[in-house]
């Protein structure tokens, strides 16, 4: 279930906006691929780049849930309704998802304004601009962030991990083949006019070993506090305190705040694109 999911999610990933011209989005696209919208390309799976339906990826999601969760401690209803077991999870649950399709409409909105006023390789990149795209194009890009929502939460219940987590996993992996073919299609010197002598090849490829590396050891590295327990009698006899350990990691947050901040990078990014160049 969990593979069928998946390619399901990478089929989305090639399937265009529609009225757009591919062409000359791509066109438009390679002239910012070095900036925000790259980094966003990698955890969308390249759906930016083709500008597909699921080019919002699971963002709107993430930023919506890390929003409601910072807001349970400031906002006291929404610490007691934390506090109420399943029917409260159930309730803050339906506050993300609320959460998430406004701020999908808001980025989808600004990114069809964006294509509107935008071209290229002397092509606009919308067939026909007006209100009817922009209307198709937001409904289509929040229709996509919502089935991706409900896509991972099916994957968590049915099949293996959390499904939010293996859709971010399975965009950025995706990615990698093609990146490391460009890498070496720079070493050899195929990539047209860019080239790169081999021995930076190897030093980027050491470079990124010794990262993963590093990132891998910082993650699985904790530090345990000694917990000492006091003596204590037991009817005549006094037992020894006992000694256990308290395990803190040192990156106790995860990967969350920086897809947190990539996601809110995108609205003022796509909201600058909207104004004109």
């Not at 219940?157 to 720079?186: D, Q, T």
């Not at 790169?196 to 590396?213: K, Q, R």
Request: glycine share 12%.
């Amino acid at each position: 279930f969990t593979l069928g999911a998946l390619i399901v999610y990478r089929l989305g990933t090639y399937i265009p906006l529609p009225g757009i011209n591919p062409d000359a989005f791509a066109a438009q696209f390679q002239s910012q691929t070095g900036g925000l919208l790259g980094t966003l390309n990698i955890f969308a799976g390249g759906a930016v780049e083709r500008m597909a339906i699921f080019a919002l990826n699971i963002m709107p999601y993430i930023s919506a849930s890390i929003i409601v969760q910072l807001m349970t401690s400031v906002i006291p209803s929404l610490e007691a309704l934390k506090k109420e077991g399943e029917q409260g999870r159930r309730q803050i649950n339906q506050y993300t998802r609320y959460l998430t399709v406004f701020l999908a409409t808001l980025q989808g909105y600004f990114i069809a304004v964006s294509l509107q006023a935008n071209s290229g390789g002397g092509l606009p990149i919308v067939a026909e601009p007006g209100p009817f795209f922009l209307i198709t194009a937001v409904i289509t890009l929040v229709g996509g962030v919502m089935f991706l929502m409900w896509l991972g939460e099916q994957i968590t219940a049915r099949g293996i991990g959390n499904g939010i987590s293996l859709i971010i996993f399975a965009g950025i992996v995706a990615e990698l083949p093609r990146a490391a073919a460009g890498l070496l299609a720079l070493g050899r010197g195929t990539a047209g006019a860019q080239s790169l002598p081999f021995s930076i090849v190897i030093l980027v490829i050491v470079g990124a070993m010794a990262l993963i590396t590093f990132v891998v050891f910082m993650e699985r590295s904790q530090r345990r506090i000694v917990v000492q327990y006091p003596r204590r009698q037991v009817g005549m006899r006094m037992t020894q305190g006992e000694k256990s350990h308290l395990p803190l990691k040192i990156n106790t947050s995860g990967v969350i705040p920086p897809i947190f901040a990539s996601s809110l990078l995108l609205l003022p990014a796509t909201a600058a694109g909207a104004v004109g160049p």
